[in-house]
C-alpha cells in the first residue's frame, strides 16, 4: 500500500534522526531553555530576517493555534476566518473550547479578502447593539491553504493594511509554510510574512519534522508571558530540545526549503500527469495538495494499491479526492500512481 | 556539568531511538490508529492485566491531567487533591482553564488519606448550602508522589474504596509510575493500580521515552469519546505512531520495567552514600527523587559541578534541594557525586 | 415618544407590582426556595401538564440560554441551531464562552428543519475524521423566532422525532414563549412543546414580568444538579421569591395567556392596518413582532414621534425595521402610528 | 417565625417599590442605556467623589465577580484572596469556570495583610519555575469581610500601595459596603475605597434594592469594552431601568447610609444585648453580620421561634451560628430575641 492520504504519513528526514540519536545521551535543561532552542530560535530569526521576533516552540498545529488565539483575545473577542479554515472545521471546537467565537467568513478557493474583513469590521461598530455581538479583533489565514491554494503578495499586503487600520491581529497558519514558499509561481517570501503578520508559526509536523511548530511573533505588544501560555495549554515539552535540534536541523543548510521543493516537484509530476491523462481537478493547487475528482468505480480501484483521502461528494457518480505530496515521497511511487491511473 | 536536577535531561533509551529510527521512512496512518499504537496498546492492557481497558497515547503530563479531567467533571465539579499535588502547583492552573476548580486538601509527605476524603465529601454533602460550594467528584493522586514517597496497597486501597462508596472518580497520575512500582518496600503492583483507578496514566517521558504518557481507562462509564477530548485539547499526535513505536518499546521484554530499576539502583547508591556522609533527608524516599538538606556554602560548592534543583528554604543557613535519578543515569556521576559530598 | 422598538420597553404589569409590593416586608429564604417559588413552579407544572418535569428561574434570557447548554454538553459536543438564532447572533458568544461551539445551520424565516438536522447529524457521524469535528449534541430553536415566525406542531414533532432517533437534546427558547401560543393560526400549545423537548424556557422578562425565564426540564436525565449550575453560572437570585411572586402571579388566572393575547391583538391591528396602507413586510410574522419594507424619507419622518428598531439595508432606498407590541401596548398608540404612516 | 438568617430575607425598601411602581408604566430603552441608569451613575460618582469613574449596574454579587475578575486577567493569571473570601468558597467555582485560579491566603478573621500579598509575589517572581505557575495579578477582598470584619483604613492604603508597587488589580467586593461605612469606629470613606481600588462594587442586593450591584471602575485601564463582559456574562438586564431607578433612589437623600445606620444600629443593640447575657462571640465584627456561641440545646430551642444561620461547629456541645440584621430588621424583633435568650 502507498499513501498519499497525508503529508505526515512517514516519521521524520533522516538528517532529523541521525541529529536526535547523535545528541540522545547529552544532558540538557528542560522546557526549551537549553542551547539547541537557542540556536534554533536564532537560526529562524536568521531566516525570517526578523532580529527583534520571539521564537518559541510547540508540538502540534491545533495547540498552537489555540494556545496563541487565547493568549491574545479578552473574552468577548473573536477571530474572523475562512469558512474553510482548520480552526473553524477540523479542530473539534479546540478555540471555542478556550472560550472564543471563530467567526467563520464565506470563503473562495479557502482564501478570504482584505475587503471581507473590512467590511466585517466596518459592520460590528456600526451597530448600535454591538455590544451584544462577538467583537471581531484577531483574524486567521491559512497559508498555503487547506484546499492548497496561496496568496498573492498584494492578497496579503491588502490583509494586512486593512488589519493595521483595524486594529485586527493577523495571525498566519503555517503549518504546511514550506509547501507554500516553494510553490511555483508564488511571490511571497518569509520575510514577506513577518512584515505583514503579528504572530505566525512554521510548521514542521507536516514538513520533514517528527512533530513541531515554530511560533513567530513579530508583534511586541503579544510577547508578553507567551510561555506560562505554552505551560498552561499543554504545549511545553519536557524534553524541549528535541523540538530544538528539530528546527535547528531543518534551518541549516536550507534544508527546510530543499525538502519543501521536492514535495513541490512531486506535486507537480503528479499534477501534470493527471492533466495529460484528463482527469479535472476540483481546485487549481501549486502545492503539495492536489484534489482531483474521479468516478466512484475508478477511486474502488485506486484503492486497492493507494491511500488516497476522500475530500467530498462531486455528483452522484464522482468523488473528489485529496492527494497529497511531502518531503518523503518517492518519485517511483508517484509515477506508479500515475500509470495507474 | 553532571544533571541530577530531573528526571528527563536525556533523550530516549537507545532502543528507542533505535526503533524510531528503523521505522522511520514506513507509512502509517496517523493519530494513533495505526499498528503500531494497536500492539502497544495491547501490551499495556496485558501487562496491566486489563484486557477490557482503554489505552490512550498522549504527548506530556500537563496535558494528560487536564485532559482527563475536563472530560469526565460537569462544569459545577472539582478534583480533590493533596496540596502539593502537580495540578495544584505546577501546571499554571492548566485545570482550572477547563473550567474546574482544584480542591487541595492538606497533604502529608505528598499524599491523601482516605478518610480526608471521605470528610470532605461528608461536609459537602451535609451543607445546606452545598449548591454555592464546588461539588466534590473526582480524586487526584500522585504515584510516586511529587516528593517522591509512594502509597502502600493498603492506602490506595482504602481511597479506592472510599471513592467508589461515594461516588468519585479516582485518578492516579503515574508520570513516574515505573520508579514506584520498582521501589524497594513497594507493595503496589500495576495490577492493583489498574483494581483501584478509574483512570490513571504510565509515564513515558520521564521513564525512558522521548515523550509520551499512555492513558489506562477501567471505568467503562468513562471510556465514550475521549478522543475527541484529545484533539479538542491538542493532544492528538498526528504522527500519532511515533507514541505507539516508543510505548511498543518501553513494553517488549520488561524494558519499563529494567530500566525503571536502574534508576532505582541509582537512587538507593546515592541515598545510602548520602546517610552514611551524615547528611540528613528533608522526606524519605525510595524513589529516583531524592531530597536533602545541604549547607548553601556547600550548595554553592556543589553547583560548580553538578546540576541539582533547589527545592525550598530550610533555615537560614540550609537549603533543601532535589537529586533525581533516572533510567539514563550512570554509576559513575553518582560514585563522583558521593565523593564530592 | 412612543416606543414600538422591542418588548421590555415598560416594567411589569400591574398586578405584578402590587403583588410585589404586598409581599415586600415579608421574610423568606433565598435562593429559589421559598414557598412562592414552589407554588410558582407547581403552577408552571400545571399549565404545562407535565406533573414530574423540575422547574427553575433564572434572571435573564442569555444566562439561561447558557446555563442550560454548558450543564448538559460534554468539553467536544455543540449545539445546533439556525444562523439567525439568538445564541449565534445576538449573545456576545455567551455559548463559546462555557466552550461550546455554536454549529449554525441555514435558516429560512428563522426556522431550521427537521432534515437539515438529520443529515448534519449523519455527516458528522459518516465522516471517518469526525474525532475532529465538533460533535453534534443538542438543537436549539427559538419559538416564536428571532424574526417572529412560528414553527407548526408537525415541524415540531419532527424535530423532536429526529432528536430522539439521533440522541440530540432539543431545547426550547421561548423568550417570547406567550406571544407564539396566542398568534392566530398556531396549533402548538405548551404540553406540545413539554412532550416535545428535553427542556425549555418560559419567558416573563419580555411577556409582563420585570424580569425572568422558567426553565422546565422535562429529560429526567437532565435534571440533576441543575441548582449548582444556575448558581455558578451568577444565575441565583438572593431574593429569589422575587421571580417565584411574579411568576405566580403570570399562571394565575391565566394572565400570562390574557396579556400576550392583547399584544397580538395590538399586533395584528398593526399588521392589518399597515397592509391596507400598501406596506410591504419583510417577513409574515403572527406574533409581536413585525417587520416592514419603508423609504428611508419615510423612516426619517417616522423617527421624529416614534421608536422602531432598525434592522437591516433592504435595497439603496429602503430599510427593513421591527415593530414591537407587547402586553403593556396601547391601542391609542397604535392607532396613532397607523395614522402617521 | 422571625429570620436573623440572612440581610435578604425582605424585598426592597419601601421608597424603591414606590418608585418602581410610579415609574412602571414609562417606556424607557433597555439595557442600562436609559436615563434612570444615566442619571443614578451621576449620583454614584459623586458620592465617591469620582467623576471620572465608569459606573456599572449587574444584578447579583456572584455574577459581578465572575464578570469582573474574567474581564481583567489573561488566562494564566489568577486572583489572590482571603482563603474564606467569597469567590474562593461561595460560588461554586464561578471564577474557576471563566478559566482562572483563586489563588487563596490563610486569612485572620477574614482579612489578608499588604505583607502577606507581597511575599507572595515575591515568591513568584523569584521562582525561576514560575512560568508553571499561575501569575497572580489580582487581589480581592470583602469590606466588609464574609464574617463582619472591616480593615482600616491604613490595612487599605498598605494593600493598595503594595499592589501598585506589584502591577497587581485591587478588586474590592463590596455586597454589604453600606453595613461597613456606617460600622462604629471604622475610618473607611467611599472615596477611601475610591483612592485604594482599581475596581470595586457598591452592593445593593444586602441593602436595601431588590436586586443589583453597581460595579465602579476607577483606573482607566480596565474601562474599554466592560459591556461586552457584562453582556457575555449574562449580566445585563433587559429592563435595565430597574437597577437605575433603584439606585437612584438608594443615592437621593443619603436614603442607602441612612438605612445602613439602620443595620447597624440594630446589630449593636443585638450584640450590646447578648454580651450583657455573656454569650461569647467568635468574631468581633461591627457590622451587620454577628456571630456567637451557642450551646446546641439552646440552638434547637432558638430554632423554634427564630430563624439563624449554622456557621459551623465549635466543640462537642456548642456551635457557632450568625445573626444578620438589616435595613429592615425591626427593633421589636431584636428584643423580642434578646428576651428568648
Redesign the interface.
Known amino acids: 500500500?502507498?499513501?498519499f492520504?497525508?503529508d505526515?504519513?512517514?516519521?521524520?528526514h533522516?538528517r532529523i534522526?541521525e541529529k536526535?540519536?547523535e545528541?540522545?545521551?547529552?544532558?540538557?535543561?528542560?522546557?526549551g531553555e537549553d542551547l539547541y532552542c537557542e540556536e534554533a530560535r536564532e537560526a529562524i530569526k536568521k531566516v525570517c530576517e526578523a532580529p527583534e521576533a520571539d521564537v518559541h516552540f510547540l508540538?502540534?498545529?491545533?495547540?498552537t493555534n489555540?494556545?496563541v488565539i487565547?493568549?491574545i483575545l479578552?473574552?468577548?473577542q473573536?477571530v474572523l476566518c475562512a469558512d474553510s479554515g482548520h480552526i473553524n472545521?477540523?479542530?473539534?471546537?479546540?478555540v471555542?473550547?478556550?472560550?472564543?467565537?471563530?467567526l467563520a467568513l464565506p470563503s473562495k478557493e479557502g482564501k478570504i479578502t482584505g475587503q471581507q474583513i473590512k467590511e466585517y469590521y466596518d459592520l460590528h461598530w456600526s451597530d448600535?447593539?454591538r455590544?451584544?455581538?462577538?467583537?471581531p479583533k484577531m483574524v486567521y489565514i491559512s497559508h498555503p491553504t487547506e484546499v492548497g491554494t496561496l496568496y498573492t503578495k498584494a492578497e496579503l499586503e491588502d490583509i494586512s493594511s486593512i488589519c493595521k487600520e483595524c486594529g485586527l491581529y493577523l495571525f498566519l497558519d503555517g503549518a504546511r509554510m514550506g509547501y507554500g514558499l516553494m510553490a511555483p509561481g508564488t511571490d511571497v517570501t518569509l520575510p514577506d510574512i513577518v512584515k505583514c503578520c503579528d504572530v505566525f508559526y512554521i510548521g514542521g509536523?507536516?514538513v520533514g519534522a517528527?512533530?513541531g511548530e515554530a511560533v513567530v511573533i513579530t508583534n511586541p505588544c503579544l510577547k508578553q508571558?507567551f510561555?506560562?501560555?505554552?505551560?498552561?495549554?499543554?504545549?511545553?515539552?519536557?524534553?524541549g530540545?528535541?523540538l530544538g535540534v528539530q528546527f535547528l536541523e531543518l534551518f541549516k543548510d536550507g534544508l527546510y526549503f530543499e525538502i519543501s521543493k521536492h514535495a513541490i516537484d512531486m506535486a507537480m509530476l503528479l499534477k501534470d500527469g493527471l492533466k495529460e491523462k484528463g482527469y479535472e481537478f476540483f481546485m487549481d493547487s501549486n502545492t503539495n495538495q492536489q484534489f482531483i475528482i474521479v468516478e466512484d468505480a475508478k477511486l474502488q480501484e485506486i484503492r486497492q494499491k493507494y491511500?488516497v483521502t476522500?475530500q467530498e461528494r462531486y455528483d452522484e457518480t464522482h468523488s473528489v479526492i485529496r492527494l497529497c505530496t511531502s518531503w518523503?515521497t518517492k518519485e517511483e511511487n508517484v509515477k506508479a500512481f500515475l500509470q495507474d491511473m
Open positions: 500500500m502507498i499513501l492520504t497525508s505526515y504519513t512517514e516519521g521524520a533522516p534522526i536526535l540519536a545528541t540522545n545521551m547529552e544532558q540538557t535543561v528542560g522546557y508540538v502540534g498545529g491545533t495547540q489555540f494556545t487565547s493568549s479578552r473574552p468577548f473573536g472545521v477540523h479542530e473539534t471546537g479546540a471555542e473550547a478556550t472560550g472564543h467565537k471563530v448600535e447593539s455590544e451584544h455581538i462577538v467583537q509536523t507536516k517528527l512533530f508571558d510561555r506560562y501560555c505554552i505551560k498552561q495549554k499543554g504545549g511545553m515539552l519536557a524534553k530540545r528535541l491511500g476522500y518523503a
